[in-house]
């Protein structure tokens, strides 16, 4: 519990001092628009407000943080967390920023575009293939897990609602669904994840073919609450069990 809070500290320093340092390379300017204003399209460039663009890279950013970061520490311990603390700030977090107000000095250019104008068109190629491989495995990534978790959650949920076990114990209710072959509207788990996963296809490909307002504006800023709003609830879980 005290490594968790060491952890937290650090990164609130790292934001705070660290920070400091990258922001004066760029010499920010708040008077200086961004393409959201100097391009404003009504399709991939539009202003929108402070707390839903927080929101929006918070769940961009952390969106599988919760699914995926006690798997690395059941698996690794304390090294685990450790690792994401100095690789959020000395990594992950400066290559976040440097790529995102790269693209605000050059119009909202994409880095392949960047590659281009700065390295020669070997490199754009090179890197529009690399951008291309390492977004697949992201997209795969954040279609299957997700599909997965829901899969699971209404295999449990409804499987509970049909008698499998009485309500109370989570653990219990989900090895009972498991074990017992419990359908859902006629369908076992392996139908429910693939439906699930259909289902998350066609919101990212809507999401994609239309304006930016349309659903990442309006929908991706709930996402990113719940977000927010499951990890409090998990630190004050940790908190409260004193685990």
Known sequence: ?????????????????????????FVINPKRQTPAYQVNDGVDYMPMSKTKIWL?????????????????????GPVAMLWI??????????????????????GGATMPYLAGKFLGRPVKVFINTLALVLLLLVGVVFVASPAQLMGTITM??????QGALVLGDAEAVHHSVEAGGIKVWGMDKATVV???????????????????????GRIYPLFGALLLFMSVGMVYGLVVSHF
Not at 156 to 161: E, L, R
Not at 199 to 208: N, V
């Open 1 to 25: 519990m005290l490594w968790f809070f060491f952890c937290v500290a650090v990164l609130i320093l790292g934001y705070f001092i660290y920070g400091k340092i990258i922001e004066k390379i």
């Open 56 to 76: 929006i890279q918070l769940l961009n950013i952390a969106g599988t943080g919760p699914i995926f970061g006690p798997i690395l520490g059941a698996l690794y």
């Open 85 to 106: 603390v100095i690789g959020c700030i000395f990594a992950g977090a400066v290559h976040d920023y440097f790529c995102g107000m790269l693209s605000i000095r050059h």
């Open 156 to 161: 449990d949920v409804f499987g509970a609602s």
């Open 194 to 216: 693939a439906l699930w996963t259909a289902i998350i296809f066609a919101y990212y490909i809507l999401a994609t073919l239309l304006p930016v307002d349309k659903i990442i």
